[in-house]
């Protein structure tokens, strides 16, 4: 489970770096996106990677965006097709979107900054909650809180319905058709993982048009740990932070070195990444009903 840092650099344009992906263009225009293994908490890149980490996101996206294929179109095109065998597990090959200037969050419980905002607030992202909730509590309805794009070192912010148009340049309908295949991803999503003794307590899209079609598309990553919070079923008790399957358990050991969240983000020690490696296989596998090892090998992964 190498990290593709550790071979040579690819002879294709780089188009963009993220915290955890880099995007390279292929010949005729499609797009090669590669997980890496980084990891970062509170949008800083930690400076030691979780092993596997990029394999885990990209099986857990192609899951997904097979099991959504009836509800919403996504960019991906092949796991395979022009991807060099080094790359295969994490990477994809993947259409060109115009990708959408806001983060599409939904949330079905309050956790996170959902959580902060709620105290200090008694809503989220200007959408009023009954009183007296509890942290971790189940919402009466799966709720949309849009957020800003952050650059890296920034920090995402959480807007309101009106900040969300503005920045899609006061389109109102293309702000309406996001928070209506949000929902409706979610709430697939969130009966499926049900039935696998998963709690999805909060997950966000990025999704773009086709430039072809000039459809919107789900882009980018789609329901992993690192975009999504998974609590197992059976530990779930609200009043508290939860168990999880996802980078929580990051966040949680980050917050309690008393780091500032401005980078340098801190070392991860070798106990958190490997509990947070096997938390990330477990999601994978309880999702998708297979190991881990089949999806390296159903790519023809090498490394």
Not at 47 to 57: A, F, M
Not at 87 to 98: Q, Y
Not at 122 to 147: K, N, Q, R, W, Y
Not at 167 to 187: P, V
Request: contains cysteine.
């Amino acid at each position: 489970m190498s990290d593709f840092e550790n071979f040579p650099a690819l002879d294709l344009p780089l188009l963009s770096k993220g915290k955890v992906r880099d995007t390279y263009e292929l010949p005729g225009g499609d797009l090669l996106m590669v997980a890496s293994d980084r990891i970062s908490t509170y949008d800083v890149i930690h400076p030691n990677p979780i092993p596997g980490k990029g394999q885990v996101l990209t099986g857990t996206s192609v899951f997904w965006f097979e099991e959504l294929g009836g509800l919403v179109h996504n960019h991906l095109i092949s796991t395979v097709e022009d991807i060099p065998p080094h790359l295969r597990g994490r990477s994809m090959k993947v259409r060109r979107l115009e990708m959408l200037p806001i983060e599409c969050v939904v949330r079905g419980y309050l956790a996170g900054s959902g959580w902060n905002d709620y105290t200090e607030t008694g809503a989220v992202c200007g959408v009023e909650l009954p009183a007296g909730l509890l942290e971790s509590s189940e919402l009466p309805e799966p709720i949309f809180t849009p957020a800003t794009k952050a650059a890296i070192g920034d920090h995402d912010e959480n807007i309101d319905e009106a900040g969300a148009i503005a920045a899609l340049g006061g389109d109102a309908e293309t702000f309406a058709e996001l928070k209506r295949l949000s929902i409706a991803i979610y709430k697939h999503a969130r009966e499926y993982a049900a039935g696998k003794g998963i709690i999805l307590a909060d997950t966000k899209f990025e999704f773009g048009i086709d430039p072809t079609t000039g459809t919107i598309t789900l882009g980018d990553e789609v329901l992993t740990p690192d975009s999504s919070r998974y609590w197992p079923a059976d530990a779930y008790e609200p009043g508290h932070p939860q168990a999880s399957f996802d980078k929580q358990f990051v966040r949680d050991w980050a917050r309690s070195t008393g780091w500032d969240k401005s980078p340098p983000a801190p070392v991860i020690p070798d106990y958190i990444v490997e509990q947070t490696q096997e938390r990330y296989i477990e999601a994978y596998e309880r999702l998708s009903g297979k190991t881990f090892s089949s999806w390296l090998d159903s790519v023809g992964s090498v490394a």
